[in-house]
């Protein structure tokens, strides 16, 4: 968001307040969730209450990130470089904490297509390189390891 104050202050006013406000929604949805008790009578209301509470707030969620690529994205685009975003990119994600990008990347990786995913890795430094490869390899299966591992073993034009 910092990059985002300096591009569009109205903006980022906005989409800070639409954050605070997901944020703020979210223990009530976990509280809904862990207030279920499977074995009780009311299990199926409360469940059925909280799948429709689940459903907004994902709904309105992908409503907001449609609209920082919208409105968001176009103003960051206009007001800094590709060297600008490309660093804070790099300081955002090495912010990080490695159990957390594991998590991240274990999700992240078996869901790319195999271009996507070797241009991922192409472009890694030779440390962090090495530790989302062997990520790779534990959620990839033999196949898409296979794929990956030519796809990085082909020099890039």
């Known amino acids: ?13 906005e989409f800070a307040a639409e954050h605070d406000d997901q944020e703020a929604r979210l223990p009530g949805l976990l509280a ?4 279920i008790d499977v074995n009780a009578a009311d299990a199926e209301q409360k469940g ?9 707030v994902a709904g309105e969620l992908l409503t907001h990130m449609a609209d920082e690529e919208l409105e968001l994205n176009p103003a960051l685009w206009a ?4 060297v600008q975003l ?3 990119e790099q300081q955002l994600v090495g912010s990080i904490p490695p ?9 992240m990786l078996p869901a790319m297509n195999p ?3 070797a241009g991922f890795l192409a472009l890694l430094p030779p440390p962090v390189f090495g530790f989302v490869r062997e990520v790779a390899k534990q959620v990839l299966t033999p196949a898409e390891d296979a794929k990956l591992e030519m796809a990085l073993a082909v020099p890039a034009d």
């Open 79 to 82: 007001a800094k470089t590709e």
């Open 99 to 107: 159990e957390k990008m594991v998590r991240y990347l274990r999700w």
């Open 86 to 88: 490309h660093e804070a």
């Open 32 to 35: 809904a969730l862990e207030s």
């Open 1 to 13: 968001m910092p990059l985002v104050r300096d591009a569009a202050p109205e903006l980022a006013k």
């Open 115 to 117: 271009g996507e995913r």
């Open 48 to 56: 059925h209450a909280f799948v429709v509470q689940l459903s907004r």
